[in-house]
């Protein structure tokens, strides 16, 4: 089993529909969590980190429930430029803020 | 360009070939790392620095990979006897500071095809 577990997709949404993406961890002791955002052929870049009390960028909301180790990405009103791979990112304490991603998920946004 | 740069962009190689990439990260980020990644997966780490010290390398890089950071500024990540399954993109990133949580900025990364 893999450390981080997403859906791979590919999601295919119109444009300004809402998109939810969850990811599960199963290491107990992950301390950081992220998503990133991965264009095709490019490198990962960070869209957010993860807060227990849930946060929110724009039209990005992440959640993050310890309880269950499960983590979510909500996208609204979405536009063609999100179209991307989205990872869904752990680090741990003591493991030298290496991190430790999911497989990713495709998202397309169509007219 | 103040980013994470990495050289050079793109490398093709025949099996066996030794090969080296180069890291320079983001000026006075005193932690570098490297990561592998592969078609449909996401990256992978394989190891990382604090300064010139090398101090985790995963069970990923077997011993035909070499990293070094001699400075503490740019890195190589050396393979030796290259194979196939050695193709993927190898990324690079940096971050400032020592504690976890930081903020980690990635290269525009390696493409090996190893033929």
């Known amino acids: 089993r893999k450390e981080v577990e997403q859906d791979p997709g590919p999601f295919n949404v119109p444009e300004g529909a809402t998109v939810a993406f969850n990811c599960t961890y199963s290491n107990s002791a992950s301390q950081s969590f992220f998503w990133y955002r991965q264009d095709c052929r490019k490198e990962p870049k960070l869209l957010m980190s993860v807060y227990s009390s849930g946060n929110e960028d724009g039209r990005f909301t992440a959640q993050l429930n310890r309880a269950s180790q499960y983590i979510s990405l909500l996208i609204r009103d979405s536009k063609l430029s999100d179209s991307a791979t989205y990872l869904c990112v752990v680090s741990h304490t003591g493991g030298g803020n290496k991190l430790t991603f999911g497989t990713g998920t495709q998202l397309k946004v169509e007219l | 360009d103040t980013g994470v740069s990495q050289d050079p962009r793109h490398k093709i190689t025949k099996r066996g070939q030794n090969v080296t990439f180069r890291c320079d990260p983001i000026s006075e980020h005193n932690r570098l790392y490297w990561y592998r990644q592969t078609l449909g997966q996401g990256p992978e780490f394989l190891t990382y620095f604090q300064n010139e010290a090398q101090l985790e390398k995963s069970r990923l890089l077997s011993d035909r990979f070499s990293a070094e950071r001699p400075k503490g500024s740019f890195s190589t990540l050396e393979i030796q006897r290259t194979e196939q399954g050695d193709s993927a993109m190898y990324l690079c990133?940096?971050?400032?500071?020592?504690?976890?949580?930081?903020?980690?900025?990635f290269g525009p990364g390696t493409r090996l095809l190893v033929l």
């Open positions: 990133a940096s971050s400032l500071g020592s504690h976890d949580g930081e903020t980690q900025y």
